[in-house]
Structure formats: C-alpha cells, structure tokens
C-alpha cells in the first residue's frame, strides 16, 4: 500500500528555515513534488523532483529560497526551506507521480501526503 507521510512543518519567524520531509512506503516514484495551500486560497505548485535528482522543478515564489531533494534508498523527498516570509504561511503537501514528465498540476499526481503546517510569523 503506497503512504506518503509529511513531517517537519512547525511555528518559525520570518527569516528562519525549515525543513520538510517526505517518507514514502510501498515504492519509489518517478516525480516527486510539493503544493502548499493557504487559508481561503487554491493548492499550488511549490517544487518538484525527477527520480535520479538531476532535475528540479520550483515555482517562482521558492526559486532561490528553497530547495528540493530526494534520498531514493530512504525513499524520502526533501523541501529545505529559507527565508521564510509570512506569506509563506501554509500547509505544504507532498506529492508522488508515477509516470515521467514535468508535472506543475495537482491532477498530475497520484498520491498525497496528508499536509504538514507551516506558520511563518513576522
């Protein structure tokens, strides 16, 4: 039975960091991905990863403030987080897509973590 388990949201200050993690059971997964979704508004792409690491994929919002990885013997997927801002204030879901291919849209993957909560305060 595939699982996805996020960990590692928590209460930070402006500036601070954080690092989200990703455990997945039952496979490895050709894409792997992380949406975050704030009070009143849609999920939305944040970042996403190819299965050997060589590409990765970030929304502007995250491009050069956060970072994506993956550890395919721990079948983990990270989301190092810095400079966080207030607006940054979301619960941040992990992703996994079975087939190749670029994937920015909710509809492109298969399986979903439950969330983690992030809460950047100012």
């Known amino acids: 039975q595939v699982q996805l388990v996020d960990s590692g949201g928590g209460l930070v200050q402006a500036g601070g960091s954080l690092r989200l993690s990703c455990a997945a059971s039952?496979?490895?997964?050709?894409?792997m991905g992380w949406f975050r979704q704030a009070p009143g508004k849609e999920r939305e792409f944040v970042a996403a990863i190819n299965w050997a690491g060589s590409s990765t994929y970030y929304a502007d919002s995250a491009k050069g403030r956060f970072t994506i990885s993956r550890d395919n013997v721990k079948n983990t997927v990270y989301l190092q987080m810095n400079s966080l801002k207030p607006e940054d204030t979301a619960v941040y879901y992990c992703a996994a897509r079975d087939k190749y291919g670029t994937a920015f849209r909710i509809f492109e993957y298969d399986y979903w973590g439950q969330g983690t909560q992030v809460t950047v305060s100012s």
């Open positions: 039952g496979r490895t997964f050709n894409i």
